[in-house]
């Protein structure tokens, strides 16, 4: 596997077909507890997209995280061929790993059509460039002089780079006030090639790297030491225009809701002309050490 974060991306998209519907995907070996729920859910869509027409994208998806992946081990993904029919497909897939079922996913295919009417809501209010931010990363070091160990490795495995266009608060006192919002600029960190699943898939992954920033915002600083555990429970997506992962997007997310252990973030994902791309949805469970 290439050493370049990009690349390494798409070579985990890449998956292996063992059988007509049945496909394995490689997990590697990290120092994290458990597989990143974005590389399960958009190698599960890669599943599907596989068994499907080429000229019907991906309109929307619907995932739960069921157990936590075990890095270093295989993931098979096996695809239920729901439904072919003139306008729609649709799939189901289930990830195994050990025997048990990690993860289930599905995904509706769909050709656009005209319609005579196309409308969005206005984005939230300006945001400045991406090239006037600073990486994340450096953002990090600068504040706290120097990444801890295991952040270091996994930001020089980040397959994205990423620029938070909200000021990120570092203070008990800044949190208190902050509202559940967050927004970062987003692009791979190199070109991921011309295949229109492969950028899908790849801002799928994007998806859950910052989705739930904006239900910690008004709890703790976000890269702070965590007073709790936090795990992805499901995950929704609709896709609305043809967009590359590895062209700037901004990704507009808050959290409507928070309480009985469980906390609602809604993402959206625009390009830099403003237009609306893909609108996310997903709840994750919060408990305190």
Known sequence: ?????????VDLLDLERIEVNIFRGVSPEES???VFGGQVAGQALVAAGRTTENDRPVHSLHAYFL???VPGVPIVYQV???RDGRSFTTRRVTAVQHGKTIFNLTASFHHPEETGFDHQLPPRLDFPAPETLPRVADEVREHLGALPEAMERMARRMPFDIRYAD??????EEVERADPRSAVWMRATGPLGDDPLVHTCALTYASDMTLLDAVRIPVEPLWGPRGFDMASLDHAMWFHRPFRADEWFLYDQESPIATGGRGLARGRIYDREGRL??????EG???RH
């Open 67 to 69: 157990r936590p992946g």
């Open 167 to 172: 000021r990120l608060r570092w203070t008990r």
């Open 32 to 34: 994290f507890q458990r």
């Open 277 to 282: 791309l893909v609108s996310v949805v997903q």
């Open 1 to 9: 596997m290439s050493s370049n974060p990009a690349d390494r991306l």
């Open 285 to 287: 469970l919060f408990r």
């Open 80 to 82: 239920e061929r729901v």
